[in-house]
């Protein structure tokens, strides 16, 4: 098998139960915030994947310390020697750097970091954060790639998000934890993530209001006054969904533990209109499914909505469902694109305008087994010639290169397309010029 792709086979329905670990969004932004105040930081329910490795790295180059303790906890020691400055071959691994902007920020009065990396699913600018940050006190200049952040003292402003950024959100708030006065984030995103983290930052000694609600009120403390505490990192939604989906498709009953249903209330209600049923336990979520699944029209939006992780999901489950659904994305359009037909699905691609970005609509339809058609380009040039496979559509090719170069009317090669003479023949001198 090659090492570049991954192939599965199915064998038969799933069964079990699985535990689902600390959500990835949520880890990387505590981690971050433990460059707020000294002390040493226990972390327990920490996935095991490279970007806590990353991180880890990151936070040890600006001056904390990381040991992994093996029982899916780390354990982190912040001596209080923070270097404000975060190196580029680092920040440009992981997007989650840009978080460490915020509690710099928010201790030091100074930053210094490069553009933050990551996924390459769309742009994802970051001119959130730095209005945010400007409006408390900040003041921003870019050069070489990096962006530098000074603030004597930052103090505290009412502040709107134009769209309900997680990232903007998190470097606000942890940067607003020692601004004088109250900072008022509007349009705040609520994703379980940001309640996580304001859940550490209030067990550090932060004050922070409206937790879970799209306005938070951050009344800023003295310097100093936060304190090194314990955590548990919330389960992650996203990878419950995944085995969620798993089981959709394969069939069978598999219970999730630590999952969390009001973290996914809205995707439940879409997976039951499928015909999953997903019940809460006492420690998780059960899922089953034993029939064939039915197509729903989905649109991702902010948290409460369909979040665009699911989306890949989403489309795989209808995939094997009966009827078509219509999935739009309205967040990344560049997210998981998909183009062209094949022969397990056929797809059509149309976009309309956002006030954030195009969105992307996908319509799936079940397979039925019938041979894959052939592309827009070859079928616009000659229909009767790409029907005859490989070289009706070189033939196709040829001629549409020939008729950019010549002077030739199109009539004139289309008969002489018609009439099977070949790119390399010799052209006749009869025909109209």
């Given amino acids: 098998m090659d090492s570049d792709r991954i192939v599965i086979r199915r064998a038969a329905s799933l069964h079990g139960e699985v535990v689902v670990p600390g959500a990835k969004n949520s880890v990387l932004k505590l981690m971050a915030a433990t460059l707020l105040a000294d002390g040493v930081y226990r972390l327990s329910n920490v996935p095991a994947i490279a970007d806590v490795t990353i991180m880890s790295d990151l936070l040890a180059a600006i001056g904390v310390s990381t040991s992994f303790n093996g029982d899916g906890s780390i354990t982190m020691t912040n001596h209080g020697n923070i270097v404000p400055v975060a190196p580029y071959e680092l920040v440009e691994r992981i997007r989650a750097s840009i978080n460490v902007l915020g509690p710099l920020l928010g201790r030091c009065g100074h930053v210094k970091l490069s553009l933050p990396g990551g996924d390459d699913f769309g742009s994802r600018p970051i001119d959130m954060h730095l209005k945010g940050l400007e409006a408390i006190g900040a003041t921003f200049e870019m050069h070489h790639g ?16 134009e769209f309900p950024s997680v990232g903007a959100t998190e470097n606000i708030l942890t940067a607003a934890i020692h601004a004088k006065g109250t900072t008022i984030i509007d349009n705040a995103a609520r994703e379980p993530e940001i309640t996580d983290l304001c859940a550490m930052l209030t067990s550090m000694g932060a004050d922070i209001e409206g937790a879970g609600s799209s306005t938070l009120a951050v009344h800023g403390v003295e310097p100093g006054s936060l304190r090194a505490t314990d955590h548990a990192v919330v389960a992650d939604r996203i990878q419950a969904a995944t085995y969620l989906a798993a089981v959709a498709v394969s069939g069978g009953e598999v219970v999730l533990r630590g999952a969390r249903a009001d973290h996914m209330d809205m995707l439940l209600r879409r997976f039951a209109d499928m015909g999953v049923t997903v019940t809460s336990t006492g420690d998780g979520l059960a899922v ?109 090719a040829s001629r549409r290169s020939r008729l950019r170069r010549s002077r030739r009317s199109p009539g004139w090669y289309w008969r002489r397309h018609r009439a099977g003479i070949g790119p390399t023949t010799e052209r006749s001198e009869e025909g109209p010029r």
Avoid at 146 to 161: C, F, K, M, P, S
Avoid at 293 to 318: C, E, F, H, Q
């Fill in 146 to 161: 990096y962006v530098e952040a000074t603030a004597e003292r930052l103090h505290g402003a009412d502040i709107t998000l």
């Fill in 288 to 396: 089953f499914a034993d029939q064939r699944l039915r197509s729903i029209d989905v649109a991702t939006l902010p948290y409460p909505g369909i979040a665009t992780d699911y989306k890949p999901l989403i489309v795989t489950m209808l995939s094997v469902a009966d009827g078509v659904g219509i999935v739009t994305e309205n967040l990344y359009p560049g997210r998981v694109p998909l183009r062209g037909g094949t022969a397990a699905t056929r797809r059509r691609h149309s976009h309309r305008r956002s006030s954030r970005s195009r969105p992307r609509r996908v319509a799936v339809e079940r397979s039925t087994g019938a041979r894959a058609r052939h592309s827009r380009r070859r079928r616009t040039c000659c229909r009767r010639a790409c029907r005859r496979g490989r070289d009706g559509g070189q033939r196709c």
